[in-house]
C-alpha cells in the first residue's frame, strides 16, 4: 500500500507549478496537491493568512479521507505544512520543506513586498503577469499578489510561527535548502531545523529558489530520499 504524499505550493503560485513533480512520484505515493484559497481557481474573500492556507491543507484531508499523510511543501507550502501539524498532529507524518523562508521582520517584509507591484510587473514583465493571470484566473491575480504582500507584513510585524512553536512540532521534519537560493539563508534554515524536536537541515547544491528553474531530478532525489 503506498503512502500518502500532499504537495503544497508556494506564494503567488499554484499547483500547476507541481504538475511535473506529482507525475514522477505517483508511482511512488497516493500523490494529493491543492491550490490554496485564492489561488488557482479557489475563490476567496478572506485575506491570507498561514492559519487559512492550514485550514485548506486540513480540509484536503478530511475530503479526502486520508488517514495519515507526508507533506512536501515549496516555499511558503513548507510554512503552511508546519503550521498544519501543529495544529492538527495526528494527521502528519513526515514534512519536507523546500526554500521555506522563516526569518521575518518589519525590514525583511518591506523588502520581499517591494518585488510586489502588479503595475510595475505589467510594465517591466509583461510575461509574468501574462502567466499569472493564467495560473489564478477567475482570480484577479492582482488582488492576489496585494493580498501576498500583506501577508509578508503581516509575518514581518510578527504574526508567525514562534520559537516555542517550532519546539512544540514533534513530526520528522526536513529543512531543504538550496545552496543557490537567494532568498532564503542557510542560516536561518538551520536555526529552525535545530529548534524542531525532529527536525533535519538538507543542502540541495546549486539549487535556486524559483520553482521553474529548480532542477526537478534534484527535487524527487530530496523528496525520496527523505521518505524512503
Not at 513533480?21 to 489561488?39: I, Q, R, T
Not at 537560493?181 to 524536536?197: G, I, Q
Request: net charge negative.
Amino acid at each position: 500500500m503506498k503512502p500518502n504524499l500532499i504537495l503544497l505550493h508556494g506564494a503567488l503560485g499554484s499547483k500547476r507549478h507541481l504538475q511535473a513533480l506529482k507525475a514522477e512520484l505517483s508511482n511512488l505515493f497516493n500523490v494529493y496537491d491543492l491550490d490554496f484559497a485564492g489561488h488557482g481557481d479557489q475563490i476567496s474573500e478572506s485575506e491570507f493568512s498561514m492559519e487559512l492556507f492550514a485550514q485548506n491543507l486540513i480540509d484536503l484531508i478530511a475530503e479526502q479521507g486520508i488517514d495519515k499523510t507526508h507533506v512536501f511543501g515549496y516555499s511558503m507550502g513548507g510554512y503552511v505544512g508546519i503550521t498544519a501539524a501543529l495544529k492538527s498532529p495526528a494527521l502528519f507524518d513526515k514534512i519536507i520543506t523546500y526554500g521555506t523562508k522563516f526569518n521575518w521582520s518589519p525590514q525583511i517584509a518591506e523588502q520581499e513586498v517591494k518585488m510586489l507591484k502588479p503595475a510595475k510587473i505589467e510594465e517591466k514583465v509583461p510575461k509574468f503577469a501574462k502567466r499569472l493571470n493564467e495560473l489564478h484566473a477567475p482570480n484577479d491575480w492582482k488582488v492576489m499578489m496585494q493580498k501576498t504582500a500583506d501577508l509578508m507584513i503581516s509575518l514581518g510585524a510578527g504574526n508567525g510561527l514562534k520559537e516555542e512553536d517550532f519546539k512544540c512540532v514533534n513530526q520528522q521534519i526536513i529543512i531543504g535548502w538550496g545552496s543557490a537560493d537567494k532568498m532564503v539563508t542557510e542560516a536561518e534554515s538551520k536555526n529552525v531545523a535545530d529548534l524542531l524536536p525532529n527536525g533535519e537541515f538538507c543542502s540541495i547544491n546549486e539549487q535556486p529558489h524559483p520553482i521553474e528553474m529548480i532542477n526537478l531530478n534534484a527535487l524527487i532525489n530530496y523528496i525520496k530520499s527523505a521518505l524512503l
